[in-house]
């Protein structure tokens, strides 16, 4: 278990991610997420094992942005294989390591950069019609992060996703593994 958000990205071969009571097999290109206070197993394939490049980050705007790059509880890997580049920017905050303030600034740095391509990558034009309760959740926690600062009903974020309140809480409970309010809390 961590105290924090632990993303892998696997750069070869192949191994096995177990959380929640189902195992997902995973190969080169993919990327899982521990999330944190979660308890997990992961092992590589004993023929053909993986290699892999992680970071671990927390911070008021972590579980937004996982939630923007399509993680959540039901979905707590990604298939990334052919996305050229993602490799080289999870590396590259692996290079800067170091713990002077400089070095931790630039490691941050090269994060959002390397979210804000997963974001990108995640929502690609001309994107199938997703889940109506994906939709409500996404659309309500981007009303969360820009109003997390201001006292939030659930009333109200459901009125802005255009939903029912239990259609609102399924539609967290579904995709971010916890309610609205458990939500706007770990957010803040």
């Keep these: 278990m961590r105290d924090h958000f632990l993303l892998h990205f696997i750069r070869s071969g ?20 521990v999330w944190p206070g979660q308890t997990v197993f992961y092992q590589a394939d004993l023929t053909d094992p993986w290699e892999y490049v992680w970071v671990g980050f927390y911070g008021q705007d972590a579980l937004f942005l996982l939630n923007q790059a399509g993680f959540s509880s039901r979905q707590p890997w990604l298939a990334m294989a052919g996305h050229a580049g993602l490799a080289e920017k999870m590396q590259r905050i692996y290079d800067q390591r170091g713990s002077q303030v400089h070095e931790a600034t630039r490691m941050t740095g090269l994060l959002y950069e390397f979210l804000a391509s997963l974001i990108e990558q995640a929502r690609p ?49 579904r995709h971010f593994g916890m309610s609205p309010m458990q939500y706007v809390i770990r957010l803040r």
């Design 14 to 33: 192949q191994g096995q991610y177990q959380v929640h009571g189902k195992t997902y097999r995973l190969q080169a290109g993919d990327i899982f997420l």
């Design 125 to 173: 034009a001309g994107r199938r019609q997703e889940d109506p309760l994906l939709t409500a959740a996404r659309t309500a926690a981007d009303f969360i992060a820009a109003n997390y600062s201001q006292p939030i009903a659930v009333n109200e974020i459901a009125a802005y996703a255009n939903t029912s309140r239990s259609a609102l809480y399924r539609a967290f409970r």
